[in-house]
């Protein structure tokens, strides 16, 4: 299933905010709660979560400035962890 990221909003009156920096990279498997990106607005910066496990893809580049409620990125939530790579003795 695809989940959509959608901005949030920091505050009242605040109609936008900008993608200061994304802590993944497109394609990355990530797990519920993990941090996935920075945003900035005129009063505060936020972090965006992911909602679900899932693999990610990047829907708007950082330094863009988007509407409150535009999708920024998708989880796909069916796809599979990676496998754990046994360590090197």
Known sequence: MIIEIK???PGESITEVQIANWLVKN???VAKDTEIAEIDSDKATL???AEAAGT???V???GETVAIGTVIA???SSAAAPQ???AAP
């Open 7 to 9: 901005a949030p909003t």
């Open 27 to 29: 394609g990355d498997y």
């Open 47 to 49: 972090t965006v979560t």
């Open 56 to 58: 990610v893809t990047i």
């Open 60 to 62: 708007v580049d950082a």
């Open 74 to 76: 998708r989880i796909d």
């Open 84 to 86: 754990q790579q046994a």
